[in-house]
């Protein structure tokens, strides 16, 4: 694992490398997300000061495309690791500090990052939810019931239309605190 390539999206500045890597001969150091079976991407992360490690992120076979990727938030040490939609955030000076946010569903499909507020919106396929320097801030109620696309995403606001394929509705989620005004909620 030695001089890690930088694979992470430059938005946010971070204090750690980290790469998809091949699994080691002796296995990952850590593994999280056991709970999903055999599907499984190890990470290799160098933390800056720490050693260097791995981690295997297991993930469930998803029915749909959804996203798989290694994204730095706005919290300094903190990696967002989303592995065929499934989402772990974790403190890389900690490695058994990786959980699983619950709050996707398991079903990311596109992350924002909206550096102007400090947030890394994760978009499912009904809600939005925004990760800050500490973890998870916000979560939208939800707006819609098939889908929708995000049209602009402006200093203060995310806008789109919910449902475009049967019953088109426009909306707006305040980045802020998270509030949905319009949509497709049920």
Not at 82 to 95: A, K, L, N, Q, S
Not at 131 to 140: A, C, D, N, R
Request: include cysteine; hydrophobic fraction near 35%.
């Amino acid at each position: 694992m030695r001089n890690l390539p930088m694979t992470l999206h430059p938005a946010f500045d971070s204090a750690y490398r980290a790469a998809y890597i091949d699994l080691p001969s002796g296995g990952n150091d850590y593994e999280v997300g056991g709970e999903y079976g055999c599907y499984q991407t190890s990470v290799g992360i160098f933390p800056g000061l720490g050693a260097e490690y791995s981690v295997g992120f297991h993930s469930p076979e998803p029915g749909v495309a959804l996203m798989s990727a290694l994204l730095p938030t706005p919290g300094r040490h903190q990696l967002c690791v989303i592995e065929r939609g499934t989402t772990y955030v974790g403190d890389v000076r900690e490695p058994l500090s990786f959980t699983e946010l619950t709050e996707t569903r398991g079903m990311v499909r596109e992350a924002i990052p909206v550096t102007s507020r400090g947030l890394l919106v994760l978009i499912t396929w009904c809600d939005i939810v925004a990760v800050g320097k500490s973890g998870l801030i916000w979560q939208t109620s939800q707006i819609a019931v098939d889908g929708f696309s995000v049209k602009t995403v402006d200093g203060d606001h995310i806008t789109g239309v919910s449902d475009a394929d049967w019953h088109p509705a426009p909306f707006s989620v305040r980045l802020s605190d998270g509030f949905l005004l319009g949509g497709n909620q049920t």
